[in-house]
């Protein structure tokens, strides 16, 4: 059984080249949205990662995407004494690092389906603020729980970042 094909230049394109080339005015419509977007998006990742070891940097972005300024900022809160400060025993500096990562693992789906129903523009906008927020409190806890708390909280909201920038 032999196939004829009517077009026989078809094959060779697959049928992409004539039926998605954009005109001239939707490639300048979305050069003007990227000139516009991205810088932005650019800035919050770079903050995103501000201050961050390289090594730290390759691991999350293979696992998860998270927040480093705060990793950093309570590595350095516990060289400048948040143990004491906070009465923390055994592992619980562990736990309060480890706390972060349930939400963020467990939110990152119902965020990306948040996303469908919600603008990107105010999902990260709304994340951003929160994230902001939260990481203030974070700075005025005096209490163990009031510090994983605040990182349980942290990791709702990063969650929903993420997913945000990518769409």
Not at 127 to 153: D, K, Q, S
């Amino acid at each position: 059984m032999e196939l004829k094909l009517s077009n026989p230049a078809s094959v060779e394109d697959h049928g992409e080249a004539s039926s998605t080339e954009l005109s001239l005015d939707e490639k300048r419509l979305l050069w003007k949205c990227d000139r516009h977007v991205l810088p932005i998006l650019f800035c919050l990742l770079v903050l995103n990662f501000l201050g961050e070891p390289s090594a730290v940097i390759f691991f999350e972005r293979t696992f998860l995407s998270t927040n480093c300024s705060d990793r950093v900022n309570i590595g350095n809160a516990k060289i400048q004494g948040l143990e004491e400060d906070l009465h923390l025993k055994n592992n619980d500096y562990n736990v309060a690092l480890f706390v972060l990562f349930i939400p963020l693992i467990l939110c990152d789906v119902p965020s990306t389906m948040i996303l469908k129903k919600v603008a990107p523009s105010t999902w990260i906008s709304g994340m951003v603020l929160m994230f902001g927020i939260v990481t203030i409190c974070e700075g005025l806890v005096t209490t163990y729980a009031g510090l994983v708390t605040a990182r349980f909280f942290l990791g709702i909201f990063e969650a929903g970042f993420t997913p945000g920038i990518a769409s």
